[in-house]
């Protein structure tokens, strides 16, 4: 709490605070001259020269950025539904009363999370002659649904074990124990993992260009190594960069706009119980009496 001491450490004094600002002062100093010596560094490279950044300017080259930016953001909207719909399914089996079953989940989460997503879908698009979008699509809903299967797991496992005895003892199916009382207590916890894991697969959808898939960083590519324009090379990362960037965020957000809804949510909402009051004890219709002497 601000302002106050806490069991962890006490209200900082006067020398304290003064010293705390000097290492603030003299990050920030020594951020700026860093970034001041990347700034120099770039223009004395000639990164920011017209020719270099002229391939912008035309609508040919625009359209070539959209399109790639497009096609990213359907590869990953397609790998995320898939890779959560796979993840459930193998957690469903992970968590399975049948030793068969579970075995046979484990095995598949275990193979596909240790195998490399470029070599899954090189031998996707090599070995099986998959189209370059299914090729990557695949890829990406092997791995990423197979880490997400561990996290859904986790988070069911992590509820509390008298949720699940008490929804049990009311007469509740298994399916009706996971369904109504342990996901959604375990969705708040495994969100932020979720999360990462889809801002994951969404960088990984950069890989599309290695098996020609025309994708956001290989429109980038084209553009970066046209010998017309001087190699912008720079400048594409200069303008690719930031876009990624702010797609992860747009996930990030929303993650947090979903937590804020979950909280205010009826269903999670805690409910006042009423207080506690006196009632009948004994089967006999009163309350319970004191032995006769």
């Not at 994951?200 to 017309?228: P, W």
């Not at 804020?260 to 506690?276: F, G, I, L, N, Y």
Request: contains cysteine; glycine residues 8%; aromatic residues 10%.
């Amino acid at each position: 709490m601000t302002g106050a001491a806490t069991a962890l450490y006490d209200i900082p004094g006067p020398r304290t605070r003064r010293r705390h600002r000097l290492y603030g002062v003299l990050a920030t100093v020594v951020i700026l001259a860093l970034l001041a010596w990347i700034l120099y560094l770039l223009f004395d490279t000639g990164q920011f020269t017209s020719t270099k950044w002229m391939p912008f300017a035309y609508k040919g080259i625009q359209e070539l950025l959209l399109r790639g930016l497009g096609n990213t953001l359907k590869a990953f909207a397609m790998a995320a539904v898939l890779s959560l719909a796979l993840g459930g399914l193998l957690a469903t089996g992970r968590l399975s009363e049948h030793r068969p079953v579970r075995w046979a989940a484990t095995v598949v989460v275990e193979f596909f999370r240790a195998m490399p997503v470029l070599v899954m879908i090189f031998f996707i698009f090599v070995a099986l002659k998959v189209q370059p979008l299914p090729a990557l699509v695949a890829g990406l809903t092997f791995y990423n649904g197979s880490v997400l299967a561990e996290v859904f797991r986790s988070g069911v496992n992590s509820v509390e074990r008298g949720q699940r005895e008490a929804a049990f003892a009311l007469g509740m199916r298994k399916t009706q124990v996971m369904s109504y009382v342990l996901v959604p207590q375990a969705v708040r916890a495994m969100l932020p993992a979720i999360i990462s894991q889809l801002v994951v697969a969404l960088k990984d959808t950069s890989l599309g260009y290695l098996i020609t898939y025309e994708e956001f960083l290989h429109a980038g590519k084209l553009i970066a190594s046209n010998l017309d324009y001087d190699l912008p090379f720079i400048p594409v990362v200069m303008v690719i960069s930031p876009i990624y960037i702010g797609m992860c965020m747009l996930l990030s957000w929303f993650a947090g706009w979903v937590a804020r809804r979950e909280q205010h949510s009826p269903k999670t909402e805690a409910v006042e119980a009423a207080p506690a009051e006196p009632g009948t004890l004994l089967p006999g219709g009163g309350a319970p009496t004191a032995p006769r002497p």
